[in-house]
Nanobody, 112 residues
Framework: QVQLVESGGGLVQPGGSLRLSCAASGSIFSINVMAWYRQAPGKQRELVAIITSGGSTNYADSVKGRFTISRDNAKKTVFLQMNSLKPEDTALYYC??????WGQGTQVTVSS
């Protein structure tokens, strides 16, 4: 069964850091783009960062300079290093690895 498993979320104080991981398991012929989305309560899911198979990246303006997306193609894993976290970064974070179905997400809470 093909699935995504996200991990690394938690509670952190403002200014802190977290590193999210997302591993795709199962038989997947090829993976092109990998991305992270987030959804805060009462808001729509939004794109946070995306990385292509060639390593090109793009970020939401709200996280530029603070978040870094990376990937390990051999392990079918995508990472999100989040630094200088702010309360407004609080959300459920999902990775996106088409054509694999969405995973359960990992909760990130930034609060003092």
């Amino acid at each position: 069964q093909v699935q995504l498993v996200e991990s690394g979320g938690g509670l952190v104080q403002p200014g802190g850091s977290l590193r999210l991981s997302c591993a795709a398991s199962g038989s997947i012929f090829s993976i092109n783009v990998m991305a992270w989305y987030r959804q805060a309560p009462g808001k729509q899911r939004e794109l946070v960062a995306i990385i292509t198979s060639g390593g090109s990246t793009n970020y939401a303006d709200s996280v530029k300079g603070r978040f870094t997306i990376s990937r390990d193609n051999a392990k079918k894993t995508v990472f999100l290093q989040m630094n200088s976290l702010k309360p407004e970064d609080t959300a459920l974070y999902y990775c996106y690895v088409p054509p694999v179905p969405w995973g359960q997400g990992t909760q990130v809470t930034v609060s003092s």
